[in-house]
């Protein structure tokens, strides 16, 4: 009992820790507490819900949302590795705990905070949706728990087991890689269902059936069982967690006496220069060739990047059905405006990813016009990686769609996106810049605490390129295909416009910037 409340009181500290004295980090965890608290008071509803259904369809449904969870917390602490100190093994091998207590430790600090109450809420939303009866509802309350319990030792297990590989870099471009494949991998029902290549629901309960003796689905049917059948279901999925539990120990003894080997000496490659070609020395060139290294070498510009294009491409696929005559002619021009916009949004908080070395820019930053400079050198450094990928989205999606005309017009309309996309991200990324996590692993998006200030940016960057795209999304829709030709030139202009404000901000609150992006993580 001792360790649990230890662990309890250390995972609060930590969480009080990275709210002291700043009203940004504070301003975030509240809008964190209250998404949560929505999220959890919605999904309890919409499980509670499934009441309503058959038996069968609500039992099945009941497994695959036990499922998800189960998966989910197994994945999503993987992306967060290196921005929770408790994930880490290594980061607790000092402590004066034998490998046991360590684990009951590790476990408290997993269920303390707001998402782990919000899941167990969402969970217990099972209880009305299948339990029948007091019965049922005796049976059902271990049943959640146990489920609960599944998801948090499944985690454990498979982020100790993994933990030497995430510090190296490769491990942490394989997770990275894992991770989109997981996410085309979950968009394939979707994809079978609306090619008509299955029946909604018998893909529902075949899928349910495979999931029938995992720990989600012993949970779910132990649920809906009830009487002796739950009761021995119960069992099983103790036992199963049991099993978890005993693997993560042995998983954590191994963890704590194996050596780091995130420390081994890396080689280094000279640039190839070929910026110097195209653009005469100077800060731009130097801009766009650092640029440009970020986007091929730090694993989180590759998956951003790599991200918005597969899921524009998945987005593409799905509504491309040749069966329902392929999509609407204007289809190719949506979806090469959506992956533009996917990817101008990685720029809304341009400076976050210099970190504190932004101070060398700082120094050399002697009037406006500098600052300008710099801002053109990284969206032209973006524009020689996106404007391609944009041109294959649209080509792709043309074909697809079976509207081969509209590819020139889906080219011109994305570009005109990504230069709207860039001029309001230059305004952002000086008004609410926040810092950005070292290179820990793909998908570090803030440091901790600053989650809210994230939602904040990527929000006012999608309501000023809203605006903006309101003239071209009027002509769209009044039929006037020729706005596409003109789209190119508003997006420049905009990313002028956007780009000078943002110098203009920017030069005069560096310090504040340059703090902001700099906060110890």
Aim: aromatic fraction near 6%; charge should be positive; hydrophobic fraction near 55%.
């Amino acid at each position: 009992m001792s360790t649990v409340l230890l662990f309890a009181r250390l995972k609060v500290r930590l969480l009080a820790g990275n709210l002291r004295g700043d009203a940004q980090r504070k301003l975030g965890f509240v809008l964190t507490l209250v998404i949560a608290a929505g999220l959890a008071a919605l999904g309890f509803l919409l499980m509670s819900l499934l009441r309503l259904a058959p038996g069968d369809i609500a039992a099945s449904l009941v497994t695959l949302a036990f499922a998800s969870f189960f998966f989910g917390w197994m994945i999503v602490p993987l992306l967060a590795f290196g921005l929770d100190d408790t994930l880490d093994p290594a980061k607790l091998s000092l402590f004066p705990l034998r490998t046991g207590r360590l684990a009951v430790g590790m476990f408290t600090a997993s269920v303390t905070g707001v998402w782990p109450l919000a899941t167990l809420v969402v969970t217990g939303g099972a209880l009305v949706a299948v339990a029948s009866g007091p019965g049922g509802v005796l049976i059902g309350v271990p049943a959640v728990l146990l489920q609960f319990a599944s998801c948090v030792v499944a985690s454990r297990l498979v982020t100790t087991s993994l933990s030497g590989a995430l510090r190296t870099r490769r491990g942490r471009d394989l997770l990275a890689v894992s991770a989109l494949a997981l996410v085309l991998l979950a968009q394939l029902p979707n994809l079978l269902m609306n090619r008509g290549f299955s029946d909604p629901t018998a893909l529902l309960h075949q899928m349910a059936a495979v999931l029938r003796w995992t720990p989600p689905g012993l949970a779910a049917h132990a649920l809906a069982d009830g009487g002796l059948t739950g009761l021995a279901e119960l069992a099983l999925l103790a036992l199963l967690v049991v099993v978890l539990g005993w693997l993560w120990v042995k998983a954590l003894s191994r963890a704590l006496v194996t050596p780091d080997s995130s420390t081994q000496a890396a080689s280094v490659r000279r640039g190839s220069g070929l910026v110097g070609r195209f653009l005469p020395d100077g800060p731009l060139a130097a801009v766009v060739t650092k640029e440009l290294a970020y986007i091929r070498r730090d694993p989180r510009f590759r998956v951003g990047w790599a991200s918005a294009i597969v899921v524009t491409l998945i987005l593409s696929f799905t509504v491309s059905d040749p069966g329902r005559g392929g999509g609407g002619q204007w289809t190719p021009i949506v979806i090469s405006c959506v992956g533009a916009l996917m990817i101008a949004l990685q720029s809304g908080n341009a400076f976050g990813i210099d970190g504190r070395s932004l101070w060398m820019n700082a120094v050399a930053f002697g009037s406006e016009r500098d600052l300008s400079t710099d801002l053109a050198g990284r969206h032209l450094a973006g524009t020689l990686v996106a404007a391609p990928l944009i041109t294959v989205l649209a080509v792709t999606t043309g074909l697809l769609t079976g509207h081969p005309t509209m590819i020139l017009p889906a080219m011109t309309a994305g570009w005109g996106v990504l230069g709207i996309g860039f001029g309001v991200g230059s305004v952002t990324s000086v008004i609410l810049p926040y810092t950005v996590p070292d290179r820990m692993n793909a998908f570090t998006g803030a440091a901790p605490g600053q989650g809210g200030l994230a939602f904040l940016s990527a929000l006012g960057a999608s309501a000023g390129m809203a605006l903006l795209l309101a003239p071209l999304v009027a002509g769209l829709l009044l039929g006037l295909v020729w706005v596409c030709a003109v789209a190119p030139f508003y997006g420049l202009l905009a990313e002028v416009l956007g780009r000078r404000l943002g110098a203009k901000l920017g030069f005069a609150r560096m310090p504040d910037l340059l703090a902001a992006v700099s906060k110890p993580t």
